[in-house]
């Protein structure tokens, strides 16, 4: 079994600041990628941030150059750094990883239960 907890979302003024935190836990053998996507109401789920094993980020160009994405391997985490967030930041975040299990398993995607952030103007 795997869990995603995630961390770190509220309400925020535009032009403030938050930081998400995802952890995985559970029976976990090697972990890919681990990203963000968020949801916003009437909208479809979109890609925000992702960040490989080896470091690698892309970004979705609305966030380039106010959010920041890192994991911290030792401890299956990944966090999103979000700064100068605007009221279009406002939607359900959720944490999404890449991981396999066993050796053996293959790979297999999971997500977190998701966090509210809401920017308010």
């Known amino acids: 079994q795997v869990q995603l907890v995630e961390s770190g979302g509220g309400l925020v003024q535009a032009g403030g600041s938050l930081r998400l935190s995802c952890a995985a836990s559970?029976?976990?053998?090697?972990?890919?990628?681990m990203g963000w996507y968020r949801q916003a109401p009437g909208k479809q789920r979109e890609l925000v941030a992702a960040?490989?094993?080896?470091?690698?980020?892309n970004y979705a160009d609305s966030v380039k150059g106010r959010f920041t994405i890192s994991r911290d391997n030792a401890k299956n985490t990944v966090y999103l750094q979000m700064n100068s967030l605007k009221p279009e930041d406002t939607a359900v975040y959720y944490c999404?990883?890449?991981?396999?299990?066993?050796?053996?398993?293959?790979?297999?995607?999971?997500w977190g239960q998701g966090t509210q952030v809401t920017v308010s103007s």
């Open positions: 960040v490989t094993s080896g470091g690698l980020t």
């Open positions: 999404n990883t890449n991981l396999m299990q066993k050796w053996y398993s293959g790979f297999s995607e999971y």
């Open positions: 559970g029976s976990i053998f090697s972990i890919n990628t």
